[in-house]
């Protein structure tokens, strides 16, 4: 029999500790994370393809092909996601994993490659936040909600973790046998299906509600784009939560994938160190993501991610000025606030989608709009670097940072967005089949230090035979995981 905490203390919104349901939810989404993200070819895929023949020009535009079909796919997977439930998304998203892996060892061409690109944005479309959302749905229906943040940091830290044990190892492996880091990838994909099919059943399941597990049945994909955008055109304080999360997507992906060298260079430190160095990066953003209950609960959530963001920002100019040794120290400081800012913005933007939303949808066009500021971005970075003046783009990404989040705040205060925030909002579903209340959560995201979240009573009305749940699938893209550094 499961157990179940008791009820909270007065004041608290604790409860005792996770249920052995809750601890095995956590506990396999630590094994999915690891294997599905450990993709041993990172550290060598440029080299492995320019031995396969194809030249810079190919490499790069596979790349490109790569970005963009990943945005593509955002939207559409979001919708399947919040359809067939995160359970089966996980699922799908490893199996496709799997195979693309294998397709280099099958093909090592310019059209091998350029599917094995496409199959992994396939596959990383598909799970890029179901993993999330399946946490954060499985320990609020064990009512274990104050477990998420920590838990969701605690992954993130092992899957970085993963990288730098298994990344030393594949120039080795692969003189023994030049196929090793695809089968490897392979391998580690297969173990994440394995994961995958051993989570439970979400609580709260079955033939009345039909959204926890799997999804709406029904209707038309356009329906939940639909009720996703009049969700974030309602909501100030989920289209606003939104926008904050972009200052430290884009300073992230753009210093830890397409500045990460050049501000080595520029500061005179051997191609040769770059591999120490972004191992020393990639530790610090592992322990901070590790423990986000280490921020103070002197501020709320929402102020941390603004001072993180300004920390990000703020060590971006300083790099300017600061010597080689002072630069890797600044770049690993970069990487913790990095890794304690994503756990955080993660729980607050879970927190904000209204009952009843599609969360998928919803968290697909978050990263949408966070990928198109980064590919702007990315362009003015290059013009900037073409143009010798690295400088002055890191000056001008931290002031540009430092605007986006005065005005953020200015909003924040604003007596309308209060209202909004604590209004206790939700989205109705358009199913002809609800005779009961829409219910109407509250996005109260707690305190940081601690990991707790009082989530309010989303989700409290009734629909149809069963609970109105809160939406399944979550799509947090999670930013530029460090830990999985895609290209492009």
């Known amino acids: 029999m499961r157990t179940r905490p008791g009820p909270p203390r007065p004041g608290t919104g604790a409860s005792a500790g996770p249920t052995d349901t809750a601890r095995r939810i956590i506990r396999l989404n630590y094994g999915f994370q690891l294997l599905f993200n450990l993709l041993w070819w990172m550290p060598v895929f440029y080299a492995y393809q320019k031995a396969a023949g194809l030249s810079d020009g190919q490499i790069f535009g596979i790349q490109s092909i790569y970005y963009v079909a990943f945005c593509l796919l955002e939207i559409p997977t979001g919708l399947i996601a919040d359809r067939i439930g995160t359970r089966n998304c996980l699922r799908a998203g490893a199996v496709v994993m799997t195979a693309a892996n294998l397709v280099p060892v099958v093909s090592a ?31 609020r229906a064990e009512r274990c909600d104050e477990h998420y943040l920590r838990a969701e940091g605690t992954a993130r830290a092992l899957g970085l973790a993963a990288k730098v044990v298994c990344w030393p190892l594949v120039g080795p492996l692969m003189a023994l046998a030049h196929p090793a880091p695809y089968v490897l990838s392979a391998a580690s994909a297969a173990g994440s299906l394995v994961c995958a099919a051993m989570l439970p059943r979400l609580a709260g399941t079955g033939a009345g509600s039909g959204r926890a597990e799997g999804g709406r049945r029904g209707g038309a994909f356009l329906r939940d784009a639909g009720t996703a955008l009049r969700c974030v055109a309602s909501s100030r304080w989920l289209s606003l939560v939104m926008v904050q999360g972009v200052a430290v997507f884009t300073l992230s992906r753009i210093c830890q994938v397409n500045l990460f060298q050049p501000i080595l260079l520029d500061h005179g430190i051997a191609e040769a160190s770059h591999g120490g160095v972004l191992a020393a990066m990639t530790v610090a953003e592992a322990l901070a993501s590790a423990r986000p209950q280490w921020l103070s609960r002197r501020l709320p959530p929402v ?116 209202r909004d925030r604590d209004g206790k909002q939700a989205v109705p579903v358009p199913d002809s089949g609800r005779t009961g209340t829409a219910g109407t959560g509250t996005a109260d995201t707690g305190t940081a230090d601690t990991g707790t979240a009082d989530t309010g009573t989303a989700g409290t009305g009734t629909a149809g035979t069963g609970t109105a749940g809160t939406g399944t699938a979550g799509r947090d893209d999670g930013g530029p995981e460090a830990a999985d550094r895609l290209p492009g």
């Open 303 to 418: 102020a941390w991610v603004s001072v993180l963001s300004l920390a990000l920002a703020g060590t971006l100019a300083a790099m300017t000025l600061a010597g080689p040794w002072v630069v890797v120290g600044l770049l690993c400081l970069f990487a913790a606030a990095t890794g304690f800012a994503f756990p955080v913005q993660r729980k607050l933007v879970n927190d904000a989608v209204p009952a009843h939303a599609p969360r998928a949808t919803l968290l697909s066009v978050e990263s949408i709009v966070d990928r198109a500021v980064c590919a702007l971005a990315a362009i003015a970075a290059g013009a900037y670097l073409s143009a010798g003046h690295l400088d002055a783009l890191l000056w001008h990404s931290a002031l540009a940072t430092a605007v986006l989040l005065g005005v953020f705040q200015l909003l924040v205060r604003s007596g309308a967005v209060a």
């Open 109 to 139: 061409s310019y059209t091998g490659f350029l599917l094995h690109f496409l199959a992994i944005a396939a596959g990383r479309s598909l799970t890029s936040g179901a993993a999330s959302a399946y946490l954060y749905d499985g320990l």
